[in-house]
DNA sequence: ACATCATTGCACACTAGTGTGCAATGGGCC
DNA sequence: GGCCCATTGCACACTAGTGTGCAATGATGT
């Protein structure tokens, strides 16, 4: 249907642009091809030569920020770790990068919503099968349906990433976890009450 | 510095197409005057004789719904009320009207951040504050700083409303000052875990 | 019947961004 | 030197949206 490998052979600038993209439209979802050519260093047609279109780059960056986060979810949560555990570890892993996939949240909404979604689409039902998995094993609450509870946790890991917490000690994947999923469950959770 | 009162007297069409730039950018933030219009069942031209560009059109609505969040907010948590009561009180007098307001956090990303997010820094100044007020008398946890407690039980309102809870019988109030706010405090919070 | 006024329809100018074509430029490599 | 090729610079056409001007329409109230 479409060239693999479209563009000039320098995959450096390839990537270098998704990376700056990245970065751009995390910050301003409607930047625009110059305005991502500029951050990058490159002219504006030099964009074109590696993406035929904007919403091209859109796509491929979102395709590769989605690959990122399942790569580091299929590393975090195998099948045989405990659904608690595996959650905390996988937003614990995420939480130092959360400045590159900020950008999903931000164009959810916007031109390209249906590919986007289309694209989270599969991180987010294994996210709800895993905490559907810890449901059935009475370590996460019912207080919510797992798909809303899903989301719930996951989207407040990127509010909490807008809030300057990164330069504090706090384990944030853990307070989710406790807070949020836990709601209900018996059994000592005081693990992460640091006094403040 | 700018008319209080600008465009024709009607201000029942007003009033309209503010409802209805509410519903449609609540959606599509990026939708032009042309489908506002449309939506409300008159022509662009006439949206321009009550908002003379469209940047006034969206300041004014958020304006407005700001506005009405705040009331809402004095309504339910005045300062004699207990923190917890207050805050929960509040999410559940919103929301029934998250529809309504979704258009903010929409809109926040985007051209007109900065003007909305200066409308919404008093609500979620007065919001932090609450937060703040219930974890000085023991009711809120300290797991986290109070203005990210604040943004998170915040924002998860409307993540939640976003997930066709609404049609659901869970008190979503309950649920999220239960989980994120109490976290970590002693007495009886069982209130809300219905078994499913 | 008349005046008022919101609304319409259509014209226009303007802007900002997209996407393309093509001839230079210039660095790296054989 | 000579080739390759990524990048540049500049041209252009095209689109979509904004904001304005103005005359026509039509409902409402007197």
Redo the contacts with the bound molecule.
């Keep these: 249907m479409q060239k693999e490998s479209s563009g ?3 995959g450096d ?1 390839r990537e270098r642009l998704l990376d700056v993209a990245i970065e751009v439209l995390g910050k301003t979802p409607d930047a ?3 305005e991502v050519a500029a951050a990058a ?3 504006r ?2 964009v ?2 590696y993406f ?4 091209e780059l859109v796509v491929a960056l979102a395709r590769r920020a989605v690959d990122e986060i399942t790569a580091v979810l299929a590393e975090a949560a195998p099948v045989d770790k405990a659904a608690d555990v595996a959650w905390t570890d996988f937003i614990a892993r995420l939480w130092p990068l959360t400045h590159r996939y900020r950008v999903l949240v931000a164009l959810r909404r916007g031109e390209f919503g249906a590919d986007i979604h289309a694209l989270l689409g599969t991180v987010e039902q294994s996210l709800a099968a895993l905490v559907a998995r810890g449901q059935e094993s009475g370590a996460f609450g019912r207080h919510l349906p797992a798909g809303s509870l899903s989301q719930a946790a996951w989207s407040a890991v990127f509010t909490l990433a807008d809030d300057d917490l990164h330069r504090t000690e706090i384990d944030v994947s853990a307070v989710i976890t406790t807070s949020l999923l836990m709601l209900g469950v018996p059994g000592p959770r005081a693990k992460v009450l640091a006094e403040r």
Tied chains: 1, 2.
């Design positions: 000039p052979r320098g600038t625009g091809m110059g260093g490159v002219v047609r030099t074109y030569g035929p279109s904007r919403s």
